[in-house]
């Protein structure tokens, strides 16, 4: 079992920046892909991002392409979302998602899938308003 927690969310106005932090307990993340989420409310829950297990991998949808960036920091068990020029349509709760598929690498509708991931964190909530 892994645990996962996510922070760094809040009230942002439109234009500004927030990076979420998504900590692992329970099992390294370090040869596992991760993945982001989110959803808004009367919405079904879309892929975000994720990152391949050795991080040379990443991939994004398309609405956040060029905003946001995924990264992991593996010593810390850590996988972060940085989020540049949020727009009000990025409001949602935001959650991560990890693949138990050890050193797996797969393609970018694999990691888009959330039956890809087998655990899922708690969300964090992402508010872009002025």
């Known amino acids: 079992q892994v645990q996962l927690v996510e922070s760094g969310g809040g009230l942002v106005p439109p234009g500004g920046s927030l990076r979420l932090s998504c900590a692992a307990s329970?099992?390294?993340?370090?040869?596992?892909?991760m993945g982001w989420f989110r959803q808004a409310p009367g919405k079904e829950r879309e892929f975000v991002a994720a990152?391949?297990?050795?991080?040379?991998?990443?991939y994004y949808a398309d609405s956040v392409k060029g905003r946001f960036t995924i990264s992991r920091d593996n010593a810390k068990n850590t996988v972060y979302l940085q989020m540049d020029s949020l727009k009000p349509e990025d409001t949602a709760v935001y959650y991560c998602?990890?693949?138990?598929?050890?050193?797996?690498?797969?393609?970018?509708?694999?990691?888009?899938?959330?039956?890809?991931?087998?655990?899922w964190g708690q969300g964090t909530q992402v508010t872009v308003s002025s």
């Open positions: 998602a990890y693949d138990q598929r050890q050193f797996y690498s797969g393609s970018g509708s694999y990691y888009s899938s959330d039956r890809t991931y087998d655990f």
């Open positions: 329970g099992r390294t993340i370090s040869t596992y892909a």
């Open positions: 990152i391949s297990w050795s991080g040379r991998n990443t």
